[in-house]
């Protein structure tokens, strides 16, 4: 598992989207075992107006920062919610991340990798956001991790049911999805979105 900033959904997540994406790694294998702040970090989605003042009035935030507040309550030791409300190309948006308080720098990089993120002019996603979104998406009963009948180097990565035409229903780590298998998974409006270019 590794940090990273990731976005894992495209849109606004409502209400259910959101509390389901708190928690994305619910079934993961050993759940209570080792430290899950390498899961987390770095997990940011958009939400709308109402999501975000719900969350800020269900207790009192552990910090105010200008247009940020962060959770009282940690989803690990030291990763917590943060809720950032930047103006991006005229428009105030509202965002969810989680951040790894124990690192000073981690909320202002996230700050600044979402908006220079959703500052593009033209929708668009990466191969990594289209498996984050196809994971965040999917049914419990139709995503998992790949168990002691996988290949060792396999055990524990993520995996999504696929049908196929001829072999019926079977499980596919979800880094390994084809591009078609990706688009077949994604909902129509995302599937022929053009990969971000680079600055």
């Not at 719900?54 to 990763?79: D, H, Q």
Request: with cysteine.
């Amino acid at each position: 598992m590794t940090s990273s900033i990731r976005k894992v959904f495209q849109g606004v997540a409502t209400r259910p989207q959101m509390f389901r994406l708190f928690d994305r790694h619910v079934q993961r294998p050993n759940r209570w075992d080792g430290d899950a702040t390498p899961l987390y970090a770095g997990e940011w989605f958009e939400i709308a107006e109402a999501e975000h003042d719900y969350m800020f009035e269900i207790l009192p935030p552990l910090w105010i920062r200008g247009s940020m507040f962060a959770m009282r309550e940690f989803l690990t030791s030291s990763v917590t919610s943060v809720f950032f409300v930047p103006r991006i190309d005229d428009a105030i948006r509202y965002f969810h991340a989680y951040c790894d308080l124990s690192d000073k720098t981690s909320v202002e990089i996230m700050r600044v990798a979402i908006i220079d993120r959703e500052s593009c002019h033209i929708r668009a996603m990466t191969r990594d956001e289209r498996l984050e979104h196809i994971w965040s998406t999917t049914a419990d009963d139709y995503r998992g991790y790949a168990g002691a009948r996988w290949p060792a180097a396999a055990r524990g990565k993520r995996t999504v049911l696929l049908y196929g035409r001829k072999e019926g229903s079977f499980l596919k780590l979800l880094e390994d999805l084809t591009n078609d298998e990706i688009a077949a998974k994604l909902p129509v409006q995302l599937r022929h979105l053009p990969s971000p270019i680079a600055a």
